[in-house]
């Protein structure tokens, strides 16, 4: 059974930052597509970032060099580094994962975690 658990979200003031952790289990790991995607209070999902498996990355424009995504297949888990975060960041955060690299990326992978919440204040 697949499951992929986040974790590091938390409070924090504008400028500080987050790293999230996203665990996996119950696949290899290795041969999936991995992506980061938030849902803000009143929006619709956002795709953050994607990380293929063989590392090539995507961001969205709003994190661009804020956030780095990154994997370590050895210990089966995703991260988000998430720095100089403003109050638009808040947002419930999510990892998915899927062999498809144009499923994670559009948004459909078969596999999610429950989320983790991130709240930035001002």
């Known amino acids: 059974e697949v499951n992929l658990v986040e974790s590091g979200g938390g409070s924090v003031q504008a400028g500080g930052s987050l790293r999230l952790s996203c665990e996996a289990s119950g696949y290899r790991f290795a041969d999936y597509h991995m992506g980061w995607f938030r849902r803000a209070p009143g929006k619709e999902r956002e795709r953050v970032a994607t990380?293929?498996?063989?590392?090539?990355?995507t961001y969205a424009t709003s994190v661009e060099g804020r956030f780095t995504i990154s994997r370590d297949n050895d210990k089966n888990t995703l991260y988000l580094q998430m720095n100089s975060l403003t109050p638009e960041d808040t947002a419930i955060y999510y990892c998915?994962?899927?062999?498809?690299?144009?499923?994670?990326?559009?948004?459909?992978?078969?596999?999610w975690g429950p989320g983790t919440q991130v709240t930035v204040s001002s």
């Open positions: 998915a994962a899927d062999p498809s690299l144009y499923r994670v990326k559009r948004g459909g992978a078969a596999y």
């Open positions: 990380i293929e498996d063989i590392g090539e990355t």
